[in-house]
């Protein structure tokens, strides 16, 4: 594990590593921000939920969210995401940073995951139903939620109160962070713009 001083070097890492080979629109394939990786995963190595723990990234797109829980001490890191291209682009970022180690990249559907033994954390910035199928991001959370102690997920704003109604009918509590905001780049042909932004929030759920 490298040795950080703190959230902003952990930010910087993240930072440099990129993009998809071969993005896919049907799955929502974006980067999530450097910065809210950041923001993300230091604040569960604060609480407890990193460091020592067993996670899992599942749908991990090029790494970011792996990468960061390896780099604050997690003792195994499963990255995993249904696109084998994304899992290659994963394995080369992670590699470069000495990670394999401590991440097992594999390629699996999270709607139907093969996952045996219970893992501590979650974290998750899953596809929100815009050109994925409707409900996905919930569908993904309730699998998150069986599998794991603690689950950290972003979610689009202006659905805080199904999530958070979903969350408590199972008993869990939830607690929701809110100012978060994503950047997409032009990526795909309908794209009009350079960067969009998009207001998420962020659920920690226990």
Known sequence: MLMLKGKKELESIIQDIGGYSKPK????????????????????????????????????????????????????????????????DAYKYLSRLGLLNVVDLIVMDFTMPAIARPLDTVFQNPPFGIWSPRGIDVKLLLNSLKLSKVTYSIHKEGTVD?????????????????????????????????????????????
């Open 25 to 88: 629109l049907k799955l929502e394939q974006y980067v999530t921000d450097a910065d809210v990786v950041a923001e993300v995963v230091w604040l569960a190595y604060l609480k407890g939920d990193v460091a020592g723990n067993r996670i899992i990234d599942p749908v991990c797109g090029t790494g970011r969210f792996s990468a960061a829980g390896a780099l604050l001490g997690s003792i195994q890191v499963i990255c995993s995401d249904i696109d084998e291209d994304a899992v290659r």
């Open 162 to 206: 199904y999530v958070t109604k979903v969350v408590k009918a199972l008993g869990r509590s939830i607690e929701v962070a809110r100012g978060f905001k994503l950047s997409i780049p032009y990526t795909y042909r309908h794209h009009r713009k350079p960067r969009r932004i998009i207001e998420v929030y962020v659920i920690r759920v226990t």
